[in-house]
């Protein structure tokens, strides 16, 4: 195909991103040789693999002009229930994971049904979603974690797959991949941007709206669900705390991958690039050993700094055509 | 041959008002319909039937001879009526092609979309009206002008065979509006029938075949062909002739110095060389169609639009209004909304909530404490004087008619005591005996002192209240009428103004 | 409709004059009370049920806050003593924090005994019982520069900056440091890492970067102590010595393995089974002797050490022998300097 | 009424039955039933429930409760929200914890310093929310990484743990040997907030503008400074909320709201919720929220005596958030229905 058909795939909002990250790491590693070290992409890499999934699993939403504050709840949820499968029923691993898989599409489907049939903000209803999935796990945990994780999965959290490059790369790639293709190939990703982009001309061209805002919310907790149980491999331990500080994260790598908060319009490859230099920020800080809640400052700010950005982004394109 | 879509005696009516009475349209295949009708005429709510967003309480919708009901717009959309309204439907960050053929991207949720035979099958219907751009480009980077275009073709993409363009060449130039045109009367030819809304009437008259005219919820003639008529028959139609003549004698003009002064005023929203002045005591008439730029110029005054251009004087003094607040506590400005849900009341608040929103800050004491018994001495007179109908001052406002609705938004600004009042479409939708009382209440208010500036697009209100007349078209003042009450005089003279505008 | 609210007030205030004589219970009902979950209070659920089987206390419940939070503890405590309990064992959640709520329980009959970590002085508890922190972070480092062959650099993680052991552990490693004035240096202190994930990802990220410049690794808390040893497993070169702390069965076999040197060992069996002892026989008539021979630390100037022991190789398989030896030796000094009674 | 005219007055007083129907069907009567049932049941099913030291610790978490929910409310009002209403509550106790410890400044002058920051904090989400146009979402989601961000770096996570005595004698204060002065305060602060909402003309103003900021702007009201004023107003009330934690703990502590004070955000949008205050803005419940503060604590506490629902209590409380926000909803639809809204 022409030429057309590259720029609209790579659409240009990850350029921005891609050279920060890529000038973030030239400075850090002139500063701190180690920071190339082989053991270092590992650890980064197993980073970004997570945090991938995670802003992932916003991006879904912010796409169809919502928000899901249970994200971290569901993957937590998520996370016991298949370190507790693999511990109390002994299932194997992998049926372990498909069960983890659906327990989180189902947890996103629950909230999406809810806010799709009452129409309530999706704020509330994620909140409290959030509470209630948190509660379902303390229930089942009662905050003790569970230790039972086979080898086979602790080893695909933390060993490499080739060289530096962990095994946990390859549900990133498979999810980064996918996402990119429901939101530029699939019908289904075409309509949650509908949704988002002009909700009324999606209803007028005969998008369900119900339907496609449950297929939204039921994605966000498939990749939440993954995010979960990459973690309980990579920390060997399915720990009833995991998720609970994905919300900041969440939201700052989509919106600095030019994500518009409104809907309508995100970026995959915008996100990867937001959630590298969130990594890359993150190990900065503790290679500097500089207080580790300066991270919160950071990407508090970007946050405002990116929605700035697309704020004005906005102004001036409806100034052009006023 | 039937009818292409056919509406009889539909009525229809809201909490307080009868939006349609009686009302019926019928829409041949292959002809061009135009509606038209003034504000509150019920123009609005047709087409809301039309596009299936409401249904008529009586009377019924048929399309190609079937009855047919819509529960929602998406239906009328798959029956085959496309609309273009004035607010895009088109999803801007998605493509050209994409947005014609969102009805079609897949069969199912999972399906992937074949972008070559999608924008190949979108490039058919855009050379069907002229449109030689690449259908890949994102929406966002096109004129209005082709996003209406666009529009169409997503209407043609769908079969339609009923399309309906609101106010389609509001926003256009007027090479655009004939190509627009071009397209349109190609479309007739196909067989398409179209309903053409629009105020423009030499744009009516050089387009469409047959016009049916709405005034006041009813049928001031359906479906008469254009050619019989005259340009004046059809303004008589809309404006109508209001039996009781007025029989306020005309009021000489006030000599005393002006209370506000607009020296060519220029604005953001595109005012050029507005000048005008109010004294305190005299009723100004801004007469103007829809889209004149009159409540704009009333925003303006009022500092919700940036003034670029000219001076404003209060009292002789020049001043720069920030905000409604300055407006009103600085000048004892007021301003009642011609929308009044949405900018003239808080219906979820009581009556004595809105009637006292505008004394809250000088009847509070030192500390800013405020007792509902100083707030009702002030307002409760005002409220007896203009007989609003309610159960009790703490009645929320909603539960009440239109009417009593109407009278406390006016109510506040009196016990406001301001100076010089903005009236911006006081009687949309009001019934008949109120509409005579509110006459009365702005002549009361004017013999009183205070300086009122009426917005209206009702002729025989114009007549019947202003003292002295500005037509207002195209953010421009066009002329002045002075006022001696005799209907046919004043309302030809104002309409040679509106229409030699249009014409130059 | 008025009569109904009556009826619904006249019940509520009826309940509340009849239950008011239910605290007066004759039984000894312990509260363990830990700051939140962590692996290391586990050995206190069983210490408590061994203590009810063999000194007949009426209850000797573990009890858990649902977070690492003082409000969570403090919410927990008041329930706790509404339901009965009146003696507790806690670790305090701040070692100021904790002494409010610590003071409603004695004002309202209960006694409280601060367990596995102390309040400061001046607070209403009867005692502090638990590991001398400072002592076994100071034998443990010395432990750690001998492997090292008395020079290098040294990496210090530990747990949270709110739990009042932390501070404490800070400064004994740097005493144990400063002790071989320069030959061994204190390059990096991580701290607030008491949990998987921050653990994970701070551990991994510093050694990560300067695992060159590292020789020696003394883990003064659970989760850095499971982390470290994994990551010095996935290095690999064993060339970085390491001490850890307590029995996670990951330390034991990274000693097992020789990836790790030794482990401090903490006793928290023996500070919830001797702890229940203690308040159970002052609920029996015993009374604390004046004369009883308290050590002191940083925080309180009554202060039982509960015990702490090396473990290298050798001993990692009988670990359990130790334990238990030192709870006996706990107990029956108890019974000889501390309790006096009739 | 002094003018004697023709036309009949206006009445002031609603008919006799309406005014008591609308107490019936009121929000607030219905958490009075719900509470006395729930009081009625946990005291019978457990001895220890109605002991004076329980109901004294009950009242002292619905105190905070209160506060927290009340500083949400004052927001909500305005069809936004406050997400950093935790964080600026530690902010806010931290910085008592300075002003007393390290300045030594008396109790005086450090209370009142708390809370004007904690004022200050609200102003700049409330001016940034305006100023920008974006929704407060994501202005109070980044101000919230933001100001937990700053306090704990320059607190270094330390807490202040030598605050006076009679900070922690005023949490275990208790007014005529059964009432928690911090219930007591809040009780006092609603008061306040109910006068200022109903008699003042600062908070009609506010009602306004929540309600209908298009409306009241032409109305003579400057819906932009109530904005900033209402993010103010839920700064100060999560400052005196982060005073009263540290009132109760004797110590201000860098957790006490938990990460980032994502804690306070279930109490601080059930309360209100449940009290009758409508998400939508332009309408409050003041005592309502204290009503909803009041329910919530006696079910916690309930369930945390009764051994099984403890590690329940939260789920349990989220689906409570969702049947409150369903009723809220069903509440709207019906005031819709009558065209009121």
Known sequence: MNGDKLTRAFDNDWIGPALVSLVAIVVISIFQPSFLSPFNILVLLSAIAVNMLIALGQLVIIAVGQMNLALGSIGGLVAISFAAMMEIWQLPPLLAMCGGLAIGVAAGMASGYVIARTGISAFIITLAGLQIFKGINLGITEAQPFYGVPQSVKDFGNLAMAGPIPWLVLPMIVAGVGMWAIFNRLRIGRYILAIGGNRNAAELSGVNLDTTVIWAHALSGLLAAGAGMMLVARLQIGHPAIGEDWLISSFAAPVIGGAILSGGHVSVGGTFFGVVIIAIITQALVLFAIDPFVVQIVLGAMILWAVGINRLRELRVARAKA | ?504 | MNSAIRILALSAVSSLLLAGAALADPQTKVALVPGGPHPYFSAWEQAGKDAVKDFGIGAADYRVPQKWELSQQSQLLESLLSQGYNSFLIFPGDAVGTTPVVQEIVENGGQALALAGCLKDPNPALFCMGTDVANSAYLGTKELIKAMGGKGSIAHFTGFLVDPNTQLRIDAVQKAADETNGAVKVIQVIADIDAPQPAEEKINAYLAAHAAEVDGIVTTAWVPAVTAANALRKIGDKRIKMVGIDHDEVVLKAIKDGYVNGTMLQNPYGQGYVGSYVLDKLRSGCTIKDSAPWAKNALTAKFVDSGTVFVDASQVDTYVDAMRGITKTLKENFDKDFLACK | MSIETSTPAVPEAAGGTSQFQKILFSNEFGLVVLIALAFTAFASALPGFSAPFSLFAIGRQIGIDTMIGLAMMAVIVTGGLDLSVGAIGVSAAMVFGWLCERLGLPLSVSIPGAILFGALLGAINGYAVVRSGVHSFIITLASMSIFFGVMIFLTKAEAFRGLPPEVAALGRLKLGGKVSALLAISVAVCVALSVFYRYTTLGRRVLAAGANPRAAEVSGVRTGWMFIACHALTGALAALAGLMVTARTGAAVPSMAGQLGQDWLLPAFLAPVLGGTLLSGGRVAVFGTLLGAAFVNVITAGLLQLRIGEFWIQACLGLMLLAAVLADRGRHVILRRRGLV
């Open chain 2, 1 to 504: 041959m039937s009818a292409a879509l056919e509406v009889s005696h539909a009525s229809k009516s809201f909490p307080g008002v009868k939006a349609l009475d009686d009302v019926s349209l019928t829409l041949m295949p292959g002809s061009i319909h135009a509606l038209l009708g003034e504000n509150g005429a019920g123009k609005s709510t047709l087409i809301k039937i039309i596009t299936g967003l409401h249904r008529p309480d009586q009377g019924e919708v048929t399309l190609n001879g079937q009855p047919v009901r819509f529960a929602n717009p998406r239906q009328a959309v798959s029956a085959g009526i496309g609309a273009v309204h004035q607010e895009r439907n088109l999803v801007s960050r998605f493509s050209i092609g994409e947005n014609i053929m969102l009805e079609r991207l897949g069969a199912h949720a999972l399906s992937v979309i074949d972008y070559g035979k999608l924008h190949e099958e979108a490039a058919k219907w855009l050379r069907l009206l002229d449109l030689y751009i690449d259908p890949r480009r994102p929406v966002s980077s096109l004129s209005v002008a082709q996003m209406q275009l666009v529009e169409i073709g997503k209407a043609l993409a769908l079969q339609t065979r009923v399309l309906l363009l609101d106010e389609p060449t509001a926003s256009l130039t007027p090479n655009e509006t004939q190509v627009l045109f071009g397209i349109l009367r190609r479309l007739r030819d196909d067989g398409v029938a179209i309903v053409f809304v629009s105020h423009k009437l030499e744009e009516v008259f050089g387009l469409c075949d047959t016009v049916t005219v709405l005034r006041d919820g009813r049928n001031a003639c359906a479906a008469m062909p254009l050619k019989e008529l005259a340009r004046t028959d059809v303004v008589k139609m809309m404006i109508g002739r209001e039996e009781r003549i007025a029989k306020r004698a005309p009021r000489p003009r006030a000599t005393t110095a002006p209370y506000l002064q607009l020296k060519n005023v220029g604005t953001a929203a595109g005012h050029r060389d507005i000048s005008l002045s109010i004294r305190p005591g005299e009723i100004i008439g801004l007469y103007g169609l829809v889209g004149a730029g009159r409540s704009e110029l009333a925003k303006a005054i009022l500092g919700q639009v940036r003034r670029t251009a000219g001076e404003m004087l209060v009292n002789g003094k020049p001043v720069a209004i920030a905000s409604p607040a300055d407006a009103l506590h600085r000048h004892g400005i007021g301003y009642v909304s011609e929308d009044r849900k949405q900018e003239g009341l808080i219906l979820l608040h009581t009556v004595l909530g809105n009637a006292g929103i505008t004394v809250w800050r000088s009847l509070a004491n030192a500390l800013g404490f405020l007792r509902d018994r100083s707030v009702i001495d002030r307002t409760a007179p005002v409220l007896q004087q203009l007989e609003v109908k309610t159960p009790s001052v703490y009645q929320t406002i909603g539960n009440l008619s239109g009417g009593n609705q109407q009278k406390v938004s006016v109510a506040k600004w009196i016990a406001a005591g301001v100076k010089l009042l903005i009236i911006d479409e006081p009687t949309v939708g009001i019934d008949i005996k109120t509409k005579a009382y509110l006459h009365d209440l702005i002549h009361e208010l004017a013999e009183r002192g205070t300086a009122i500036l009426l917005i209206t697009s009702d002729m025989p209100e114009m007549v019947d209240v202003a003292d002295h007349i500005l037509v207002m078209s195209g953010f421009t003042i066009k002329g002045e009428v002075e006022n001696d009450r005799n209907y046919e005089r004043v309302s030809q003279a104002i309409m040679s103004f509106i229409h030699s505008s249009a014409a130059a």
